[in-house]
């Protein structure tokens, strides 16, 4: 299975709070760190670890599989083809 079947294919419940949780995370540290204020030098650092967490957070719940699910997709996909 390439990088692409397991982005198309379906999250688990988790995985998908998760990501959301990620994404959020990576919002608000971007926008720490684009702030048009003067924060100091700590919260700017701080903030772009957590935006490199927030990515790395998402981008593995995305390409998380659940694999029951996918096996049910492919049965029904299978009688569907008439395979």
């Known amino acids: 299975m390439n990088i692409l079947e ?8 988790f995985f998908k709070i998760l990501r959301s949780i990620g ?3 990576l919002g608000i540290s971007g926008s720490i ?4 204020v003067v924060l100091p030098a700590a919260v700017v650092t701080a903030a772009g670890y957590v935006a490199i967490a927030g990515g790395v957070i998402s981008a593995i719940s995305q390409i998380t599989v659940d694999d029951k699910a996918k096996k049910e997709i492919e049965n ?8």
């Open 6 to 13: 397991r982005a198309k294919a379906p999250t688990p419940k």
């Open 23 to 25: 994404l959020a995370l």
């Open 33 to 36: 760190v684009a702030a048009p």
């Open 76 to 83: 029904l996909s299978k009688a569907r083809d008439g395979n």
